[in-house]
């Protein structure tokens, strides 16, 4: 049996992330280009993580979309106007270095 996937390019969350003054953010899955997990205290080219866009995994985008709105992990985050990306990071587990950061496309 053929499961259609849908993607709802609208869902937005909200969230708030730090560091300074906690800022309040809405991040729409549309606007998500893409998500890393892996550790955290490490280069990024991909060497201790995995990097997907949404084109590739809508599913677990939007679980990332979730785990932000829930506000149950630590989450910061780099306003990048050169590249005009925000990147958001939320920390799943301090003790194993577990980061699952985000690249969204800021408007
Ligand atoms: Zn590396």
Same mark, same amino acid.
């Given at each position: 049996? &053929?499961?259609?996937?849908?993607?709802?390019?609208?869902? /937005?969350?909200?969230?708030? $992330?730090? =560091?300074?003054? =906690?800022? !309040?953010?809405? #991040? %729409?899955? /549309?606007?998500?280009?893409?998500?890393?997990? *892996? !550790? *955290?205290?490490?280069?990024?080219? *991909?060497? $201790? *993580?995995?990097?997907?866009?949404? $084109?590739? &995994? =809508? !599913?677990?985008? %939007?679980?990332?979309?979730?785990?932000? $709105?829930?506000? @149950?992990?630590?989450?910061?985050?780099?306003? &990048?106007? #050169?590249? @005009? /990306?925000?990147?958001?990071?939320?920390?799943?587990?301090?003790?194993?270095?577990? #980061?699952?950061?985000?690249?969204?496309?800021?408007?």
């Amino acid at each position: 049996m &053929n499961k259609e996937i849908t993607i709802d390019y609208d869902y /937005e969350v909200s969230f708030l $992330a730090t =560091p300074i003054e =906690p800022r !309040k953010f809405r #991040v %729409k899955l /549309e606007d998500v280009i893409q998500l890393y997990t *892996g !550790k *955290g205290n490490v280069c990024r080219c *991909g060497c $201790a *993580g995995d990097y997907v866009t949404l $084109a590739e &995994n =809508p !599913k677990r985008i %939007k679980t990332a979309l979730k785990r932000l $709105a829930s506000g @149950n992990y630590k989450t910061t985050y780099i306003d &990048n106007s #050169v590249c @005009n /990306e925000l990147i958001v990071e939320m920390t799943i587990s301090e003790e194993t270095d577990r #980061v699952w950061t985000l690249y969204v496309k800021k408007k």
